[in-house]
């Protein structure tokens, strides 16, 4: 049976980015560079989007209302409609696509991954048990699936979507903007921190699963062997442990999770204090309207 000791490599945590190992991985998009220019045009023109509906809102409220122009605001509602229903039109293209490039990319990795498991010696089966492997095939794989289908393409949405907003704001009322900016090394400061709690919380549900597989694959192979010997009460505790610890480990994740989700709520809820607090003291000094 294979030691806990064996499954070393889970046990490097690594660096948060490796470049050599992420041009590994994205040379796998290569055949699929024109899936990929078309997501990313989808989610440029989506971040867009994302912006006229503010935008239109403050014209309603600033232009149409104020003058009882019912011609610009009945115009206006009608744009606001448009531009929602294009919404959801391309946020669903944007899933069809980057969902559709992750499965292929995986189909692509799975194949690879199969066919230089086939060509290793017997040597490297001795040293590996076969469940840490089959976590690798399984469990990885699904992991990168995540990269490929939505985390790729979607920085460079969210990364458009940023700079979209931020013009935006910037030219609507730049003091006010700056005012919702205050927050922001809060946010970073706490995003820093969940990240690196959170990949070694990953990390550790890595190694735990790994070991839960190895343990399941090894005994369920070599079951006349425990039968023989009279193990099953001694292994059924064993799993138990390996159950306990793996569950333990998700539990921490969660936790990071239930911090992280309302911290950034209140974040958010400061922000918008702050720029009622500004808004209306301008206001009430007649600097603003």
């Keep these: 049976m294979a030691d806990a000791a064996t499954l070393h490599e889970e046990e490097a945590l690594g660096k948060a980015y490796d470049a050599r190992l992420m041009r590994r991985l994205l040379r796998y998009l290569k055949p699929y560079k024109r899936h990929v ?151 970073f400061l706490t995003a820093f921190v969940f990240r690196a709690k959170v990949r070694e919380a990953y990390r550790d549900i890595r190694v735990r699963i790994a070991r839960v597989n190895a343990f399941l694959h090894e005994h369920i192979t070599g079951v006349q062997v425990v039968q023989l010997f009279n193990r099953e009460k001694a292994d059924a505790g064993r799993l138990a442990e390996l159950n306990e610890d793996h569950l333990q480990a998700h539990l921490r994740s969660i936790t990071y999770y239930a911090l992280f989700f309302p911290a950034i709520q209140f974040f958010t809820a400061l922000a918008l204090a702050l720029i009622l607090w500004y808004g209306g003291l301008r206001m009430l000094d007649d600097a603003m309207t």
């Design 37 to 187: 220019a078309g997501a990313l045009l989808v989610l440029l023109l989506g971040s867009g989007i994302a912006i006229v509906g503010p935008w239109i809102t403050q014209l309603v409220i600033d232009e149409a209302i104020p003058a009882g122009d019912r011609d610009l605001l009945g115009l206006l509602v009608a744009a606001y409609v448009v531009s929602i229903v294009l919404g959801f039109v391309l946020e669903y293209i944007q899933a069809l696509v980057t969902t559709w490039l992750g499965q292929s990319v995986m189909y692509d990795l799975r194949k690879e991954i199969f066919e230089k498991l086939q060509r290793l010696d017997l040597r490297f089966y001795d040293k590996n048990p076969i469940g840490r492997l089959m976590t690798r095939i399984t469990n990885d794989v699904e992991t990168l699936n995540t990269l490929f289908s939505s985390g790729v393409v979607s920085v460079f949405g969210d990364i458009f979507t940023l700079v979209f907003i931020v013009g935006a704001m910037l030219s609507m009322n730049w003091q006010l903007a700056l005012v919702s900016f205050a927050v922001l090394p809060l946010v």
